[in-house]
């Protein structure tokens, strides 16, 4: 079936580690995105990428580094400057084009410091 | 910056009725609008969109309104279910080639049976 997947479900880190988060889909979308969202409160955009090998900081992009050398895998990497890194992480894709549609989402990676 | 906002944090019906959650949105540049539902550690499921060049467009059950004159957005659920429970996000993007979404911050939809 075509999707998008988040794997972890549940990451647990210690203060000053990385940690990545995969993502990845089989919708031949070109655009894909990360998203925060924390308890009570809407999403924002950490970055996003509209084709391979190009990507852009979204609202909330310090403390967080990305890749997109495959068009199907678009993996976020958290790093030890992120301050308050625990949330609900959330994976998109779209189709991109010249008439915007909507985002597809994955299931979510729940990340938590210890 | 620009922001979407919801009138309302929570809103409780009885099952069997309908549903208006309500939202605002700041940029009138905007051009496309979603709704979006999202259940309890799940991620956001699309419901319906519209494009600023309407003003109404209805589904199963739902149906989007779009005031831009007031720049005002709302959701319709007629005879609201259970599990219509979860919370409800508007979302809305510019025109061009950017495809980013701004969200909400949501409305919980409580359904009483």
């Known amino acids: 079936d075509g999707g998008i997947t988040q794997s972890p479900k549940y990451l647990f880190r210690k203060e000053g580690q990385n940690v990545t988060l995969s993502c990845e889909q089989n919708?031949?979308?070109?655009?894909m995105y990360w998203y925060r969202q924390d308890p009570g409160q809407g999403l924002r955009l950490i970055y996003y990428?509209?084709?391979?090998?190009?990507?852009q900081k979204g609202d909330i992009a310090e403390g967080y580094s990305v890749s997109r050398e495959k068009k199907e895998s678009f993996p976020l990497t958290v790093t030890s400057a992120q301050k308050n890194p625990t949330a609900f992480y959330l994976c998109?894709?779209?189709?991109?084009?010249?008439?915007?549609?909507?985002?597809?989402f994955g299931q979510g990676t729940r990340l938590t410091v210890v | 910056g620009e922001s979407v906002g919801l009138h309302l944090p929570t809103l409780s019906v009885q099952e069997g009725d309908n549903s208006i959650i309500n939202c605002a949105y700041s940029?009138?540049?905007?051009?496309?609008f979603i709704w979006y539902k999202q259940e309890s550690g799940k991620g956001p499921q699309f419901i319906i969109d519209?494009?600023?060049?309407?003003d109404k467009r209805q589904g199963q059950r739902v149906t989007v309104l779009l005031n831009k004159t007031v720049k005002h957005l709302s959701l319709q659920i007629a005879a609201t279910q259970p599990g219509d429970s979860a919370v409800y996000f508007c979302?809305?993007?510019?025109?061009?080639?950017?495809?980013?979404?701004?969200f909400g911050q949501g409305t919980t939809l409580q359904v009483k049976p």
């Open positions: 519209i494009r600023s060049n309407m």
């Open positions: 990428s509209q084709i391979v090998n190009d990507f």
């Open positions: 940029n009138s540049a905007s051009d496309y």
């Open positions: 998109a894709s779209s189709i991109f084009g010249d008439r915007n549609t909507e985002a597809f």
């Open positions: 979302a809305e993007t510019l025109g061009g080639n950017t495809g980013k979404l701004i």
């Open positions: 919708l031949n979308h070109d655009a």
